[in-house]
């Protein structure tokens, strides 16, 4: 009866209904006067009913705080009390609760739901200390005895120190910075011998990573594991055991360890320790190439190793080398790749004299000539070379035409400026060669780049479609088509913004919160070595720019659209407690930028990305945006916005402003902060504040400038803080003018992009060049089409 009494509690809470609310948790105060649960949860709804006056001192922190007098060992009560305070931002405080319950009343299934809490708030110190006392009184382990024994929660002991060295260095004090790499040490090396190579490894971990550099701790690292080589290799003991036999200059038995790994494993930094140490054993550099042959076989890395060899032994490279490299990789795409890494220590002509010594009438030879700048032809040249080439291959394998058909795209598009006639004709190659390649990744991003900086949106998501980005990809790959995606197509119907709200159901809101509980699993089936990796993994993803992005996109889109902001804002400021609860206030930059093979500065995107410019500083200004239009809308005061400002700005905010955000995004920030910090005293000249007139507006700048400013005076026509009725006047009458003038601008950029497409047709040179590739040109009545479907969505919001 009490569970659905108390199920209807936390309904009634969520709907606000504090009366029918205080009189279920009194009659459940009535029927359980001695529960520790039913008093916290009293307490907390005390606190839901008003949390501006909520008096925690004498209502909480007397009671459960760091030096309360209360302790409960009630595992529902500490579950809320751990909610409770995480929802204060009293983040001490919600597994302190644990850790004086367990002194108190000590017991194994208390150290596992303290373990279970720590884990889910990455707080790795308390791991450790939840660890020690799933040791201590591991006989009472009824759950899992089965298959965890005392020695496994020493692992897991160990595991939780080398995460909070590597992940929470700031958590960490001078004299635990002493302490603890001792202790850890200790309580691992009294397990040998250890029982698997995962073991293993939480021994080697505990003594690389907390013990840098220290010799006679990697001489230990080497004797664990020399052994158990013969028997079988493990990657991640592999690289351990090289790193460290290289520390302790030990060169007999690194060059043993090689020996024994290249049986198995043919690793190219392994050929190069093992040509190192047997240099220093004495060894000829011919006799190092027949062993390497013979354990490794005739292979890409053998062949490499002649460049490596010669270097290590005569720090030149000879012509033989790379010519008996070149003989078998000449026209394999590795090549351009393998000798631009020793490109310093070879000069260009002979380079290009012993890739001549071999046929030119492969594809991918020519391109490797062409990446290493050492084909005299031009791109057009090698690309009608080789164009028959497309007609015999798979149909799913890409071609490296593309190399030269991107050349001369990369030259159209990579000027300061490019203009509408450049990005046309960029189209008109990349969409002519797609046909012939249709699988090629390199060029489809290219295509998406050009029709986001067009902005047509929905042009540039359905060739998106054709990369079948999923799941993490996401992260590192969404920053092509969504960033400012509210300002570019806010278009809710359309299958644009669908995918763009299950990402973000799917990755952070689904597979991040399993997390925890996926990385619980490895510690219980003692998968040690994947746990660093997972918990680094998941802090990357909660930290994530891309999330952070799309927290902010569905805010702004909420505006322009007028849905509700609540639940948005709400979820906002939980994922910035699950960030600052680990100390770690940055976000994590995951974005893909390397997939365009050329020397892109992320920090100064060229022009036709610009729209994918948001930098970190910029998340956190649109962050703090948003908190503020909350704080403005709900007329509450919040002293983490004041923070947060200062932190970001420096006392430098005009300057801050313009190294990272657009004209019209500094517009709308500066109106927001005087709304925010002077109650809107410079509110009429900071909408009439000048900036790039719309009419001359066009690509994606056309769309933003118009959506940004449709957004911001839409928020403030809903912000019952602005009273004055000529102001109020003045607002509606800005967005009835900008929304009556939607289609000339729409229409003014459309025959713009006739005009460029009518230019193109009547220039001679471009006519010459698609005839020679054999290219038709560019269909323009898809492109004006989708100028029209943006026009009809951002004219009706």
Not at 531 to 555: C, H, P, Q, V
Not at 697 to 724: A, C, E, F, P, Q
Not at 725 to 730: E, G, I, L, R, Y
Request: hydrophobic letters at 35%; charged letters at 25%.
């Amino acid at each position: 009866m009490s569970d659905k009494i108390e199920a209807e509690i936390f309904e009634l809470i969520k709907k606000s209904n504090f009366r029918l609310c205080n009189e279920r948790i009194g009659q459940l105060r009535r029927q359980y006067p001695k529960s520790s649960y039913f008093e916290v949860l009293e307490t907390y709804i005390k606190y839901k009913q008003s949390p501006t006056k909520f008096d925690y001192e004498k209502l909480l922190g007397e009671k459960f705080g760091i030096n309360g007098k209360l302790i409960t060992s009630d595992l529902k009560a500490l579950d809320l009390l751990h909610t409770f305070f995480i929802e204060l931002e009293r983040y001490p405080e919600s597994l302190n609760v644990y850790e004086r319950a367990i002194f108190k009343y000590p017991t194994f299934e208390l150290a596992s739901a303290w373990f279970d809490k720590s884990l889910n708030d990455s707080n790795f110190m308390h791991m450790a200390k939840a660890s020690l006392q799933m040791v201590k009184y591991s006989n009472e382990n009824s759950e899992y005895s089965s298959y965890l024994q005392n020695r496994d929660f020493n692992f897991w002991y160990g595991i939780s120190i080398a995460a909070l060295f590597k992940f929470q260095p700031h958590r960490i004090t001078e004299q635990e910075k002493r302490i603890l790499p001792t202790l850890a040490y200790k309580t691992i090396s009294n397990l040998k011998p250890f029982n698997s190579h995962e073991e293993l490894i939480v021994f080697c971990t505990i003594c690389e990573q907390l013990f840098p550099n220290d010799r006679a701790k990697a001489s230990e690292i080497v004797q664990e594991i020399f052994p158990t080589l013969e028997k079988s290799v493990n990657l991640t003991l592999k690289n351990f055991i090289v790193h460290n036999a290289s520390i302790i200059e030990d060169n007999q038995l690194l060059f043993n360890s090689c020996q024994i790994i290249l049986k198995s494993i043919d690793d190219y930094d392994v050929i190069k320790h093992f040509l190192r140490s047997g240099k220093a054993l004495g060894k000829s550099k011919q006799e190092l190439g027949q062993l390497i042959l013979s354990l490794v076989g005739d292979t890409r890395n053998y062949r490499l190793s002649f460049l490596e060899g010669d270097l290590i032994y005569d720090s030149k490279i000879t012509d033989d080398s790379l010519k008996f490299y070149l003989e078998k990789f000449h026209n394999k795409a590795c090549s351009s790749i393998d000798i631009n890494n020793y490109k310093n220590h070879l000069d260009e002509a002979t380079i290009k004299s012993t890739f001549n010594l071999f046929s030119s009438e492969d594809v991918i030879h020519d391109a490797n000539t062409f990446k290493l700048n050492i084909n005299d032809s031009t791109s057009s040249e090698l690309y009608m070379k080789h164009k028959e080439s497309l007609n015999s291959k798979a149909i799913t394998d890409y071609s490296s035409n593309s190399v030269f058909i991107l050349d001369l795209v990369q030259k159209l598009l990579l000027k300061e400026d490019p203009s509408l006639e450049d990005i046309l004709l960029s189209l008109t190659l990349l969409e002519n060669y797609q046909v012939k390649d249709e699988h090629n990744f390199d060029t489809k991003l290219w295509i998406i780049v050009s029709y986001m900086h067009l902005g047509c949106i929905p042009i540039a998501y359905s060739n998106y479609l054709d990369l079948k980005i999923k799941n993490v990809q996401n992260d590192i790959i969404d920053h092509l088509i969504y960033s400012r995606m509210s300002t570019l197509f806010p278009q809710k119907q359309h299958d644009y913004f669908i995918n763009f709200r299950e990402s973000i159901r799917n990755l952070y809101e689904g597979s991040l919160n399993r997390l925890p509980q996926f990385i619980r699993i490895a510690f219980e089936r003692k998968a040690y070595s994947k746990i660093l990796g997972m918990i680094e993994f998941r802090d990357k993803l909660e930290r994530s720019s891309m999330k952070w992005l799309k927290e902010i996109e569905m805010l702004q889109l909420a505006g322009i659209s007028n849905d509700k902001r609540g639940p948005l804002i709400k979820k906002m400021q939980e994922s910035w407690r699950n960030i600052e609860i680990t100390g770690n206030i940055t976000f994590s930059d995951n974005r893909d930028w390397s997939s365009f093979n050329c020397n892109i500065n992320k920090k100064e995107l060229p022009n036709i990305m610009r729209s994918m410019q948001v930098s970190e500083t910029a998340i956190m200004i649109n962050i703090i945006k948003e908190l503020m239009i909350d704080a403005v809308s709900t007329n509450s005061t919040n002293g983490k916005i004041d923070e947060l400002i200062l932190s970001t700005f420096n006392n430098d905010m005009s300057k801050i402003l313009e190294m990272n955000l657009t004209e019209d995004e500094i517009w709308s920030f500066n109106i927001i902060f005087d709304l925010y910090k002077n109650n809107g005293e410079n509110l009429t000249k900071l909408l009439s504040a000048e900036t790039i007139p719309l009419s001359n507006r066009t690509m994606w700048n056309l769309s933003h400038g118009y959506l940004m400013k449709v957004g911001t005076l839409k928020t403030l026509d809903n912000i019952k803080r602005i009273k004055d009725p000529v102001t109020k006047s003045n607002i509606k009458k800005q967005l009835q003018d900008l929304r009556g003038s939607a289609d000339d601008l729409y229409k003014s950029y459309s025959n713009k992009i006739k005009q460029a497409h009518e230019n193109l047709a009547s220039n001679d040179e471009t006519n010459k060049l698609l005839q020679d590739l054999g290219f038709v040109p560019l269909q323009l009545s898809r492109i004006t089409e989708t100028i029209l479907m943006v026009q009809k969505t951002v004219r009706n919001l």
